[in-house]
């Protein structure tokens, strides 16, 4: 099976930068698409940054121009960096990725989630 675990959330200045990492393990699993996702208060989880195997990026509207995901295959490990933060950059961020355990099924799996505040 497979496990995330997050890192790098906290408390930051409007203007300033986190870097956020997500260290997947497990075996027998291939890991396909890496992503972040966050959930702000009285707000539904939505989608932040995705990135494939092959190297494609997809950004929130809201973050493009200021967000770059990034991955490390040899590790398993996929990152967020976050500049230029503003207030509403506010929430909970979670790390996701897609497995096959084999050809015929997939599953998602999630990290714990790691909290990003901005504010003066």
């Known amino acids: 099976q497979v496990q995330l675990v997050e890192s790098g959330g906290g408390l930051v200045q409007p203007g300033g930068s986190l870097r956020l990492s997500c260290a997947v393990s497990?075996?027998?699993?291939?890991?396909?698409?890496m992503g972040w996702y966050r959930q702000g208060p009285g707000k539904q989880r939505e989608l932040v940054a995705t990135?494939?195997?092959?190297?494609?990026?997809n950004y929130a509207d809201s973050v493009q121009g200021r967000f770059t995901i990034s991955r490390d295959n040899a590790n398993n490990t996929h990152y967020l960096q976050m500049n230029s933060l503003k207030p509403e950059d506010t929430a909970v961020y979670y790390c996701?990725?897609?497995?096959?355990?084999?050809?015929?099924?997939?599953?998602?799996?999630w990290g714990q989630g790691t909290q990003v505040t901005v504010s003066s």
């Open positions: 996701n990725v897609r497995g096959y355990p084999n050809s015929e099924r997939w599953n998602d799996y």
């Open positions: 497990g075996s027998g699993v291939l890991i396909t698409t």
């Open positions: 990135i494939t195997s092959g190297g494609i990026m």
